[in-house]
C-alpha cells in the first residue's frame, strides 16, 4: 500500500513538472511572439516593454484565456461608457445591487496587435489622466516602481497583482527588453515584425449620449493621425478625434498659434506622439530646396528634436538643398551643412501685411501705435498698425520660411528670406522656443539639449526648483 501510495506521488509530481515545463514553453513563444510590438510601444509612449508583456502574460494567460482567444484582448480592458466596437461578456469582477456577480462587458480587438496599441492609449487616456498619470513620470527602466504604481491605480483588484507582475519579469528576465540599444531595437523589429502590415485604427471611444460617424484615422511610423476636412479648425478637429486640443498642440509642432481659424484642407494631424526615429525602409532623406526639418519630422513622423540630436543639428538652421538628414539609427559623425533662417514674429508679419494708415493732410499724417516688442502669447488675432511718419513707402515683406509655415509641406519649396530694401529696421526679438517634457527627462538634460542652463531655463518658467513632471511646457529660450 505504500508503495502504490508512493508511485503515485512521483507520478503526479512528475505530470505537474510537465505541465509547467509546457506553461515555461508557451510563454517564451508569446514572448518572442509579441515582444516587438511592446519594445515598439516603449519607444513611443514610455511605457516599459517588461512592463506591458508581463500584463499581457498575465491578463491572457499568454494568449490562451477566452477574452484573448474570441476577441483578441490580451489586457483585461473593459467596454467602459464610451466604447463602441465590439463586445463579449465573462464574469470577472462586477456586482449587482443585491451583490450578486454578474457578467463583465470586455472589448473585442480586430488583431492582437490593436489590443496592445489599445493598452497604451488606456493608460495614457488624458481623462485618466488623474488615475494613470503619475506613471508616466517614473523612470522608464523601473519596472518594480511601475508595477507598484498600476497596483496603486487600481487597475486589477487583485491585491498582490504588482507581485506577480515583478515575479513574471524576474523570472522570464523581461527587463532586458528596457535597456536595448536602438541598434538592437532595429534588429528584433526587422526580423519579427510581420513586413507590410498595416496597424489597424482603434475604434473611436465616443459618449453614448453624442454618437458620432467613425473618424477616419490613418497610420504613420506607427502613429495615428488624421487628415483635416474642409473648414475644419483645431477645435473641430479635437472635437472629431476625441483627442483634446492641448494633446494635438503637443504633438503636432506646426501647429502652435493656429487659433480658431480653418486649418489648410488635407493636412496631417498626429494623435500620438511622435517616434524617436523612422521605422520605415528609408533611413536617409534628402532635403529638397526650401524644405525645413519641421517639415521632415512632420513628413515620417519623428520627433523634432530627436532629428535634430540625430544630426548634430542645433539653434535656428536649417539643411541645405541636397544633404542627408538621418532618420534612424545612431548620430551622424557630421553634421549637414545648414544656412541660417531669418526670424520674423507674428506681430511683425502681421503689422507688415497691413494697408497704409490713412492720413487727414499731406502735411499732418496721423500718427499710429507700434508694439515694443512682441507678445509671448498667441498674436494671431491682434492686429497692430504702422508707424507713418512720411507718405508711406512700399516695404518688401521677406517671405516666411517653410518653419514658420503652420503646415509646412515637404514638396513646398520655398526660397529663403529676403532682406527689406527699406531703411534698416531693429533687429526682431527671436520668439520665444517652448519643450513639452516627456516622460524620464531632465531639468539638466533638456537644458543641455538646448544648449542651455539649469538657471536660465528655471528662470524663464519661475520654477521653484529642479523638479518638473511629464506634459509640462516649458520655455527654453
Known amino acids: 500500500m505504500k508503495v502504490r501510495c508512493l508511485v503515485i506521488l512521483i507520478l503526479c509530481g512528475y505530470g505537474a513538472g510537465l505541465r509547467a515545463q509546457s506553461s515555461q514553453k508557451a510563454m517564451k513563444e508569446y514572448i518572442e511572439q509579441y515582444r516587438w510590438i511592446a ?40 467596454c467602459g461608457d464610451r466604447w463602441s466596437g465590439g463586445r463579449q461578456f465573462a464574469l470577472d469582477d462586477d456586482f449587482d445591487k443585491q451583490g450578486n456577480l454578474v457578467n463583465s462587458c470586455f472589448r473585442v480587438y480586430g488583431s492582437p496587435e490593436e489590443s496592445f496599441l489599445a493598452h497604451s492609449d488606456f493608460l495614457m487616456d488624458p481623462i485618466k489622466i488623474n488615475r494613470y498619470g503619475f506613471l508616466f513620470d517614473l523612470d522608464p527602466t523601473d519596472y518594480k516602481a511601475w508595477a507598484k504604481g498600476l497596483k496603486k491605480a487600481g487597475y486589477a483588484t487583485d491585491p498582490n497583482y504588482h507581485k506577480k507582475l515583478i515575479s513574471l519579469i ?99 494631424v498626429y ?107 498667441d498674436t494671431q488675432h491682434i492686429q497692430f498698425s504702422p508707424v507713418v511718419t512720411a507718405p508711406p513707402k512700399p516695404v518688401e515683406v521677406a517671405p516666411a520660411s517653410a518653419e514658420e509655415s503652420p503646415f509646412a509641406s515637404p514638396e513646398t519649396a520655398l526660397p529663403p528670406p529676403k532682406p527689406p530694401t527699406s531703411s534698416p529696421s531693429p533687429t526682431p526679438v527671436p520668439e520665444p522656443v517652448y519643450h513639452w517634457v516627456q516622460p524620464g527627462e531632465t531639468l539638466w538634460r533638456i537644458a543641455r539639449q538646448y544648449n542651455s542652463s539649469i538657471e536660465v531655463v528655471r528662470s524663464l518658467n519661475n520654477l521653484p526648483g529642479d523638479t518638473i513632471k511629464s506634459g509640462m511646457r516649458l520655455r527654453v529660450k
Open 39 to 78: 519594445i515598439s510601444e516603449m519607444q513611443r509612449t514610455g511605457i516599459p516593454a517588461s512592463i506591458k508583456l508581463a500584463q499581457a502574460l498575465l491578463e491572457s494567460r499568454w494568449g490562451t484565456s477566452q477574452l484573448a482567444r474570441n476577441g483578441n484582448n490580451h489586457f483585461g480592458i473593459k
Open 170 to 268: 524576474d523570472e522570464l528576465k523581461l527587463d532586458k527588453y528596457d535597456k536595448l540599444s536602438e541598434k538592437e531595437i532595429a534588429i528584433i523589429e526587422q526580423r519579427e515584425r510581420p513586413s507590410e502590415r498595416p496597424v489597424p485604427p482603434l475604434p473611436v471611444l465616443v459618449p453614448k449620449e453624442k454618437p458620432v460617424p467613425p473618424v477616419a484615422v490613418l497610420v504613420n511610423n506607427d502613429v495615428r493621425y488624421a487628415t483635416v476636412e474642409s473648414g475644419e479648425t483645431l477645435r473641430d478637429l479635437a472635437n472629431r478625434t476625441d483627442t483634446p486640443v492641448r494633446w494635438l498642440l503637443k504633438y503636432n509642432e506646426n501647429l502652435s498659434s493656429v487659433g480658431d481659424k480653418p486649418l489648410p484642407e488635407g493636412a496631417r
Open 271 to 377: 494623435l500620438q506622439p511622435k517616434r524617436k526615429s523612422y521605422r520605415g525602409k528609408e533611413k536617409w532623406h534628402t532635403v529638397k530646396p526650401g524644405e525645413s526639418l519641421l517639415a521632415i519630422s512632420t513628413q515620417y513622423a519623428i520627433d523634432l528634436e530627436k532629428l535634430k540630436t540625430r544630426n548634430l543639428i542645433a539653434g535656428q538652421v536649417e539643411p541645405v538643398k541636397g544633404e542627408q538628414i538621418k532618420l534612424r539609427g545612431g548620430k551622424v559623425k557630421t553634421a549637414p551643412k545648414v544656412r541660417s533662417i531669418g526670424l520674423v514674429s507674428t506681430a511683425a508679419r502681421e503689422q507688415a501685411s497691413q494697408p497704409p494708415a490713412a492720413t487727414t493732410s499731406s502735411s499732418s499724417p496721423v500718427p499710429a501705435t507700434t508694439p515694443s516688442s512682441p507678445i509671448l502669447r
